[in-house]
């Protein structure tokens, strides 16, 4: 089993709708979590990181449930410019980040 | 400010060939690494350093060496390329290894025929 597991989509969003996707962790240690985004053919860039209490930047919300192992992404009013793959990273012990696989995320006209 | 940089952009190299990734940065960062990306792989961790002088292996170092000689510059070595080694390969940065953002380079497309 992936230490951190994604589903690798595509999630096909219509412009304006609202999208959420989530991420499974299996290290009970890890310390904190990040989106990053990336987009095609690009390097990875931070979104945000996810607080225990959860936190929010305009319109993306992120979450973060530890009792379940899972942290979650919510883009609301999706744009056209959204469209990219979403990868969820986990830090543990040891400033060790592991890496998901990756979301992609379509959002159409 | 240029950021993170690599050379070459994309690379061709036949099996048992020999190269040097370039990964270079300018905020003065302490932190540098290497990582590779497969489809579906998520991004794993070849190499990193913490300062110049120290490098310490990561996730999956067998076939690469990296030096770190000065702060700015993190070369990736590949002793003897295998198709296996076919993959994207990004350099980052970080004000510390503990710190949140890392910030990317642009990376290298490498195949290995």
């Known amino acids: 089993r992936k230490e951190v597991e994604q589903d690798p989509g595509p999630f096909n969003v219509p412009e304006g709708a609202t999208v959420a996707f989530n991420c499974t962790y299996s290290n009970s240690a890890s310390q904190s979590f990040f989106w990053y985004r990336q987009d095609c053919r690009k390097e990875p860039k931070l979104l945000m990181s996810v607080y225990s209490s959860g936190n929010e930047d305009g319109r993306f919300t992120a979450q973060l449930n530890r009792a379940s192992q899972y942290i979650s992404l919510l883009i609301r009013d999706s744009k056209l410019s959204d469209s990219a793959t979403y990868l969820c990273?986990?830090?543990?012990?040891?400033?060790?980040?592991?890496f998901g696989g990756g979301t992609r995320v379509l959002v159409k006209p | 400010n240029a950021g993170v940089t690599q050379t070459p952009k994309f690379q061709v190299l036949k099996t048992g060939q020999s190269m040097t990734l370039q990964c270079a940065q300018d905020?003065?960062?302490?932190?540098m690494s290497w990582y590779r990306q497969d489809p579906g792989m998520g991004l794993r961790l070849i190499h990193y350093?913490?300062?110049?002088?120290?490098?310490d292996q990561g996730e999956v170092p067998n076939g690469y060496n990296v030096s770190r000689s000065t702060t700015e510059d993190f070369p990736l070595r590949l002793l003897s390329a295998a198709p296996s080694q076919t993959s994207v390969y990004f350099c980052a940065s970080s004000y510390g290894a503990g710190a949140d953002t890392q910030y990317f380079g642009p990376g290298t497309r490498l195949t290995v025929l």
């Open positions: 350093s913490v300062g110049a002088g120290i490098t």
């Open positions: 990273v986990s830090k543990a012990a040891g400033n060790k980040l592991t």
């Open positions: 905020m003065n960062h302490e932190y």
